[in-house]
């Protein structure tokens, strides 16, 4: 996927170019032009909201799997095993069959190269650290709260883009980073004032915020190793996540807890696994599918969006009650979010239209 001027690729260019073309995204025209902008526009809000309402689902999902009352299964790293199995076993198989019959979307045939295996893996581990701390923070907070217990990943982008990339923040832009940390603390003040405050969720809140971000960062990176093709990404992404999981299973006596789980053999528990492996599939695949169409930058911002949403869906779900203050702290990430991206809208605005801005901040990540 290319894209038409030299100010707005960058570090786009860098990580997609170079490689063939994902065979599920959208194709440029026979000539290699851009699509009309009302076109390019509409794909963008078609894959932000796929993104939106796979993540919502599985976040609701997976709290029944990791802490439901009434499955009391304490198992969160055999749950994301099953769901990153199923995933590279629906890649596999989807490949293998537009192999074996007609062309379904032009799939690209998948093998396992394990030198390629060996390029993905520093994605890998901090796809495993991503996805462990986001069901661990998920296993000791409330779906409402999840939204503020990982509300820093934009913070931890701009930090990360500092010490990773050398690539300084405006003044603007670190004061609406100051609005989402007050956010932070704030629905952390209140969530204690209540009475409901985990610290080990506040913990993992905020290792997944930063996983979140490293991975957003590795995925442009790693991408042209799988010759820019997100299906490959996620085969591979998924493949070596089994590998690794395994010991980290067995150091915590997770097998130990599955041979004494009382519904280990009941249809139900299975089927509601399996839809959770579909919906990691279907993450898995959205979440790169959003970072190629926008940037890293934007899939965090998105990411914070659909969490506030999610936030009013769990509470009226749940039917619960929050205190003005609690709100506070949601509005707060949310308008620092917002507030972050506006600003680095404009910054690149001026990127554009000055041509003797200094190439260090061309190739700053884009809105």
């Not at 994902?22 to 000539?31: I, R, V």
């Not at 999981?245 to 997770?254: A, Q, R, S, T, V």
Request: hydrophobic share 50%; charged share 15%; aromatic share 12%.
């Amino acid at each position: 996927m290319t894209r038409a001027q030299l100010t707005r690729t960058g570090i786009l260019r860098m990580a997609l170019g170079g490689g063939g073309a994902d065979p599920l995204l959208p194709a440029e025209d026979g000539g290699g032009r851009r699509a009309p902008f009302l076109l390019r526009a509409l794909r963008i809000a078609v894959v932000v909201c796929l993104y939106w309402f796979t993540s919502i689902a599985m976040v609701f999902l997976n709290k029944y799997l990791l802490d439901s009352p009434s499955l009391r299964l304490n198992a969160p790293l055999f749950v994301t095993f099953f769901q990153c199995a199923l995933t590279a076993a629906l890649c596999l198989g989807l490949s293998l069959g537009a192999a074996c019959g007609p062309p379904c979307l032009g799939l690209p045939a998948l093998r396992l190269d394990p030198k390629v295996s060996r390029s993905v893996l520093p994605l890998s581990v901090v796809f495993i650290g991503m996805v462990t701390s986001n069901n661990l923070c998920l296993k000791h907070v409330g779906v409402a709260f999840y939204n503020v217990g990982r509300s820093l990943t934009t913070v931890f982008n701009v930090l990360l883009s500092y010490l990773l990339l050398k690539q300084t923040t405006s003044l603007y832009a670190l004061l609406a980073c100051g609005v989402i940390i007050g956010g932070f603390w704030l629905g952390v003040d209140q969530e204690g004032a209540e009475g409901t405050l985990s610290w080990p969720g506040i913990f993992f809140g905020i290792l997944a915020s930063l996983c979140v971000s490293l991975n957003a960062i590795y995925t442009k990176k790693v991408l042209p190793v799988v010759d820019g093709s997100i299906w490959r990404l996620t085969f591979y992404n998924n493949v070596n996540a089994c590998v690794l999981f395994f010991p980290l299973m067995m150091l915590l006596g997770e097998f130990r807890t599955l041979y004494h789980f009382d519904k280990l053999g009941s249809p139900g528990f299975w089927g509601m696994m399996t839809l959770g492996g579909v919906f990691g599939f279907a993450i898995g695949y959205v979440t790169g599918l959003q970072i190629k169409f926008t940037s890293p930058l934007t899939h965090n911002v998105s990411g914070t969006a659909k969490a506030c949403a999610q936030t009013v869906l769990a509470v009226i779900y749940f039917e619960e009650t929050k205190s003005f203050l609690w709100w506070m702290s949601n509005l707060m990430v949310l308008g620092g979010s917002f507030a972050y991206t506006w600003v680095k809208g404009l910054e690149m605005r001026k990127v554009q239209e000055d041509p003797n801005v200094k190439s260090s901040e061309r190739n700053e990540t884009g809105v």
